[in-house]
């Protein structure tokens, strides 16, 4: 009983995000006003990107460094696939790296989520699985820590990307590895495809292609710092001055 509740907190701390805290006994009860703040007109760090629902979570990487999706990935279309090393679905790993590789310079990208809640099939440590991915099919697109997909200890990010009342049209549980949900660069699913489709199929690239031309909101596109005024040199004096 002790393993399966350490093993819990331990998928539960690969994937978070904040909830606004719960009300208070005194909440209710009618509080002074203070001095209206006047507004500086500069927004939170992270007000640009609360219009990115499907990557507004916070999550750890493989190497265990935490990770904002929002800020790393809004823009860009997303693919986020939930991963596993032995399963007969797994040299989708060489398809998913080919469609990264196809698409990434144009603002592509793919997310793998290893997950052992299908046949016990991602087993391993999150060091073994980089090794496996990397050494057998040579991965570059960026994976993340262990996650479940699935239960009771859902990782709040497929949370969302499942729940049918989340105001997309693609939510209902993931059936098995390799499950492959598409993110819009407004941050939005867009699309779904069951854990058989080919990532390099028709279907897949086609959607992919579409959502690539859609233009990056203007939340997501970097804002050039403006360009300090020089100071102008003294005009040199002319005779008679």
Known sequence: MTFKVIAAAALATACM???PALAGPNDNQPKKKSPAKKQSGKK????DHMDAPALNFKVKDIDGEKVNLAKTYHGQVVMIVNVASQCGLTPQYKGLEELYGKYKDEGFVVLGFPANNYGAQ??????????????KFDVTFPMFAKVSVKGEDICPLFKYLTAKDAGHDHGGDVK????KFLIGRDGKVIGRFE???????????SAISTALEAPKPESAVEKKPAKEKSEKAPRPKKKGD
């Open 17 to 19: 995000i904040s909830y």
């Open 44 to 47: 939170s760090k992270d007000a």
């Open 122 to 135: 991602e087993p391993g440590t999150n060091e073994e699985i980089k090794e496996f991915c990397t050494s």
């Open 176 to 179: 098995w590895n390799f499950n």
């Open 195 to 205: 854990p058989r489709v080919d990532p390099m199929s028709e279907e897949v690239t």
